[in-house]
C-alpha cells in the first residue's frame, strides 16, 4: 500500500433511492470510489487525475435509504503515469434492524438505527486512475511517498 488510506462517510437519502422499498443502486458505489479516487491523486501527486477504469467490481450487499456507509480507498501500485487502487464499501449502520424492503407495520420510531458491528463489507473493486507526467506535481501530503516506476 502506498500511504494511507483515505475514507468518506455518507448517510443514504432518500435522493439516492433507485428501486422499491428505499433500494440504493449500485452504481451509487461508483460514485464515492470516485471521490476517493481523487482524494488519494490530490494526496500522492498533486492532481485530481483522470479515473481510466474499474474491474473486478463486486456488489456484495444491499444498501437502502438511512444506511450509514464508509468508502474506503487505498493505492496499491504506481506506475510511470498510473495508479492501481483497491476500493471496499462498508455498511457501518442502519436505520432499522432490516430483514427486507417492507417496514410497514414495524411498530419502530422512524428515527431508531443501529450500529452494525462488525461492519457489512457491501461492495469492492479495483481501479486504475491516471497523471500525465506533466501534470505529476509529486507527494503533496507527507503521509504518501510515491515513488513511479521507470
Known amino acids: 500500500m502506498v500511504g494511507e488510506k483515505v475514507v468518506f462517510h455518507a448517510m443514504m437519502s432518500?435522493?439516492?433511492a433507485h428501486y422499491v422499498g428505499g433500494l440504493v443502486n449500485g452504481a451509487r458505489m461508483f460514485h464515492?470510489?470516485?471521490?476517493?479516487?481523487t482524494e488519494l491523486m490530490v494526496?500522492?501527486?498533486?492532481d485530481i487525475s483522470l479515473f481510466l477504469?474499474?474491474?473486478?467490481?463486486?456488489?456484495?450487499?444491499p444498501v437502502y435509504v438511512g444506511d450509514f456507509m464508509e468508502y474506503v480507498g487505498w493505492i496499491e501500485k504506481v506506475g510511470r503515469q498510473s495508479y492501481t487502487c483497491q476500493f471496499e464499501t462498508w455498511k457501518?449502520?442502519?436505520?432499522?434492524?432490516?430483514?427486507?424492503?417492507?417496514?410497514?407495520?414495524?411498530n419502530t420510531p422512524q428515527t431508531a438505527a443501529t450500529a452494525l458491528n462488525p461492519p457489512i463489507l457491501a461492495g469492492r473493486a479495483k481501479g486504475s486512475l491516471f497523471i500525465s507526467k506533466a501534470d505529476q506535481r509529486g507527494c503533496t501530503d507527507p503521509a504518501f511517498k510515491c515513488d513511479h516506476a521507470e
Do not use: C, N, P
Open 14 to 16: 432518500q435522493k439516492d
Open 32 to 37: 464515492y470510489w470516485g471521490d476517493v479516487g
Open 43 to 46: 494526496r500522492v501527486d498533486g
Open 53 to 61: 477504469g474499474y474491474e473486478e467490481a463486486e456488489f456484495l450487499a
Open 92 to 106: 457501518i449502520a442502519t436505520q432499522l434492524d432490516r430483514t427486507d424492503a417492507d417496514l410497514s407495520g414495524i
